[in-house]
């Protein structure tokens, strides 16, 4: 069974930029693809970024592309979502996720964690 924990969320400006950090533990961290997701205010939860199994292959929505970038520390079992260039529209709570393969459909992953609040203001 794979915990995931996630931190970095908070209040930021338009423009500025966060880390998020997915620490995973109970688990083989390095034998799962791991992945972003996002869900706003009564809005649905969306897919943002993937990180195949060996971190060679990464995925983005076209809304984050060139602006976010995912990675994973296998020594710290630690997987990153770097943002930058944040819009109003990035205000979500950001939840982090395992599984076998990198997908951009939740039901793909077996684990997730609890979620951290990202805001953006103007």
């Known amino acids: 069974q794979v915990q995931l924990v996630e931190s970095g969320g908070g209040l930021v400006q338009a423009g500025g930029s966060l880390r998020l950090s997915c620490a995973a533990s109970?688990?083989?961290?390095?034998?799962?693809?791991m992945a972003w997701f996002r869900q706003a205010p009564g809005k649905e939860r969306e897919f943002v970024s993937a990180?195949?199994?060996?971190?060679?292959?990464?995925y983005y929505s076209d809304s984050v592309k060139g602006r976010f970038t995912i990675s994973r520390d296998i020594a710290k079992n630690t997987a990153y979502l770097q943002m930058n260039s944040l819009k109003l529209e990035d205000t979500a709570v950001y939840y982090c996720?395992?599984?076998?393969?990198?997908?951009?459909?939740?039901?793909?992953?077996?684990?997730w964690g609890q979620g951290t609040q990202v805001t953006v203001s103007s």
């Open positions: 109970g688990g083989t961290f390095s034998s799962y693809a």
């Open positions: 996720a395992a599984g076998r393969f990198a997908r951009k459909a939740a039901p793909f992953y077996d684990y």
């Open positions: 990180s195949s199994v060996s971190g060679g292959s990464t």
